[in-house]
């Protein structure tokens, strides 16, 4: 059972929805008992690292995903959801992130592009990367 983790942020509904096209048995929820009984969790996340890392600490959840993660459960973090698997953030100066994976998150430096970007990119894959595990069958250009 994989486990998207509520903690009051993120895209829960297109997190689960794309779980669930793949034919993936998953479950949103709040409750401690549902993460530490997942086979693999997710943690979404949308909005400012402060602001994630503020809301997943009142939900009282972080001992359940650090238990999990001790026990080498998989852990996928989700566009800020991965940002605050590290120590901090450049974004949110002061505020401490789940120190699962060494590092601060730092802004891109960008000269001719505007930060955020959002929306949609085609993905050119290098050669090696070709038809090797997660881009196993995604054509060129996609």
């Given at each position: 059972m994989i486990t998207i983790i509520?903690?009051?942020?993120?895209n829960l509904f297109s997190v689960e929805k794309a779980f669930a096209a793949l034919g993936a048995e998953v479950r949103v929820s709040s409750k401690h008992e549902d993460i530490l009984s997942s086979d693999k969790i997710v943690l979404p996340g949308v909005g400012a690292f402060g602001d994630c890392m503020r809301q997943l600490n009142?939900?009282?959840?972080?001992?359940?995903?650090?238990?999990?993660v001790a026990k080498g459960i998989p852990l996928l973090g989700i566009c800020v959801g991965l940002q605050i698997l590290f120590e901090g953030s450049e974004e949110s100066a002061g505020v401490e992130g789940?120190?699962?994976?060494?590092?601060?998150?730092?802004?891109?430096?960008?000269?001719?592009?505007?930060i955020p970007h959002m929306g949609w990119n085609a993905l050119d894959l290098a050669e090696n990367h070709r038809e090797k595990g997660l881009f196993k069958g995604?054509?060129?250009?996609?």
């Open positions: 509520n903690y009051g942020t993120g009142a939900s009282g959840l972080i001992p359940a995903v650090k238990e999990n789940l120190n699962l994976l060494r590092g601060r998150v730092r802004k891109i430096s960008a000269q001719h592009e505007k995604i054509p060129q250009s996609s």
